[in-house]
Structures are given as C-alpha cells and as structure tokens.
C-alpha cells in the first residue's frame, strides 16, 4: 500500500485535535481543490490507508468538504476521494446509517425530529461537534419584482395566509410555495427556524419536491416558476448549483442578504450549524474518532474555510 498522508494521536496532545464539549443528539462541486499540501499535518504516528479510512457519508451540501477532507488525508484526488464516500440520501437516512453501523462518521446538518427517535430508541449515542454555520435562504424567480420578505411574511406565504404576491409587494398573481420533504436537511431546517408546527399548511403534491436540486429546478426553470417561491441552504446553492441563480434569486430576510459574513455574524438570521458526528462508543484509537478529532481542529477549521463554508 502506498504510504500516504497521516494525522496523527500526538496532535491531540498538542491541542490541535480536540473537539469540543460533545453535543447530544439534540443538538459536485464549487470548492477550491484542496490537497494535502494545503493543511498542516503532523507526520510520523498513526496512518491513514484506502483500507482503514473510515465509511464516511452525510448530507449533500458537506460533500465538498467531504471530498477536501478525504483527498488531504489520503493524499489522493478529489475525483478519488468522492468515490470513497457516499453523501447521498437525505439527512435522515444518514443518521439512521450511522446508528445501524453502516457509516463510521458523518458530516451532517441537524437531525430531524424522525431521526432523533430513531438515535432515542437504538439504546446508541451519538458524539456531534459542530464545525461550520449554514443558512436557510428563500429564493423566488429572478423575474420577480420582491427582493425582501419578513420572518412573518415568510411565515403567512407558508401558512397559507397570504396567498398572492401583490401582498408583499410584487405583481398581482399566486404565489405557488414549494416544500421540501419531511426527512429532508433543508425541511428540518425550515421546521427548526420558521417553527410554524401545525400551521405549515398542506402542500398540493406538484409543490412538494424529494431533492434540492429538484426545489431549485422548480424555481427557477418549471412552468410557473415565475410566481414560485421555495427554500434550501445557502452553500448548496451558491457552491454547488451556482447556474440556478441565472434564473432566480436569494430573498433578503429583513433586508439582509445572506452571505458568508452576515451568516457568520448572526446577522442574516435564519442561521444553524452543521457538524461532524461518530458513535459515542468509537473507540479512542480508532480510525474514526481519530479523524473526528482531527477535524474539530484547528486544521480541520483551516479546511473548512478553504472549502467556502462558514467555520465554527
């Protein structure tokens, strides 16, 4: 096997590698190429191969830094590195995968309410840092005069309070509110911060959408798409689908457009940390929990803001 790129235990006594206090269960690509080169490591102890790399999987938008993660530790291509782990299926999925042994770590946004009974009732825990600030944002069609909604415009849109766009000041015409599914990164997201409970209204099944890239397309490129409204998460979109914004538009919330600085200073509100999560009982010299540590470091944080995401 060809000797590759190590992170090593003695970072941990050197403070590099250690993650902070554990929370509980409660709590392709526009990155930069990002080789091994590029983030300090710490040579001579324990050694990362092809074969005891741990099975990494999460939720889509952590893919990139996936990728930079896996290609700087194994010291192999980011083309190489994504065929290593699997950042498919929704959020949900992937906590289950966890919980059942078939991932060893995740890079993951918040676990639904679905995903938090199923950690409950597996008698397992979960260790979960987070490492980075993501944003829910709101988009609409680029030929649509409203740049800026209210958390409580928001709020009625979905609702089903307020049903036409001349309400919030654009033209006289419906506003069709598109929602992601239930087990779904970006709807637990939205559940979480818009917290409408039992008033999200029903959607009509068209205006329900099972991926991200299916919402975007909904948006900004279907039928009617002029008079759609619908939300995702920030990095995702303007990372990794950047060709949707030729034809929609982020919403300002309040009047502040999100961005890397104003998600990172809480300004643009609708804010929430993704992270980096093991099985509580991984053992300390284990591939995973070594690798865990490793990217709660400062290291790790350095990789993070390479790969354009908000750093904790």
């Known amino acids: 096997m060809k000797k590759i790129f190590a992170i090593i235990m003695a970072a941990l006594l050197l403070g590099l590698s250690a993650c902070g206090s554990p929370e509980g269960t409660d709590k392709e690509t526009k990155a930069q190429e990002t080789t091994a080169e590029n983030v300090e490591t710490v040579p001579n102890s324990f050694e990362f191969t092809v074969d005891n790399y741990p099975r990494m999987g999460g939720s889509l938008a952590n893919l990139p830094l996936g990728e930079a993660v896996t290609s700087t530790v194994l010291g192999i ?10 950042f498919a299926g929704s959020t949900t999925d992937n906590y289950k995968a966890i919980i059942d042994g078939k991932f060893d770590i995740l890079l993951a946004y918040e676990p639904s309410e679905e995903a938090k009974e199923y950690i409950g009732n597996s008698g397992k825990e979960l260790e979960m840092t987070p490492i980075g600030t993501d944003a829910l944002v709101f988009i609409c069609s680029d030929k649509n005069s409203v ?9 009625q849109i979905y609702s089903g309070k307020l049903t036409n766009w001349s309400q919030v000041g654009g033209k006289d015409a419906e506003i069709l ?23 999200l209204m029903d959607p009509p099944a068209d205006l329900m959408v099972g991926s991200m890239i299916g919402l975007l397309e909904a948006v900004a490129q279907y039928d009617n798409s002029e008079n759609a409204i619908g939300y995702t998460v920030y990095y995702y979109l303007t990372n990794m689908e950047t060709d949707k914004l030729q034809s929609s538009k982020i919403l300002a919330l309040d009047g502040v457009q999100p961005s890397n600085e104003t998600i990172g200073s809480g300004e643009y509100k609708l804010s929430n940390d993704f992270y980096v999560v093991i099985r509580k009982d991984a053992a300390e010299d284990s591939p995973e929990r070594i ?21 904790k």
């Open 77 to 86: 291509s980011r083309e190489d590195a994504n065929k290593m782990i699997t």
């Open 147 to 155: 740049n800026s909604l209210t958390l409580d415009q928001i709020k």
């Open 177 to 199: 509110p598109y929602q992601r599914n239930k087990d779904s990164g970006s709807q637990t997201l939205f559940d979480k911060l818009i917290n409408l409970g039992d008033d």
């Open 291 to 311: 690798l865990y540590n490793w990217i709660c470091s400062a290291q790790g944080k350095e990789l993070v803001e390479k790969e354009n995401y908000v750093a």
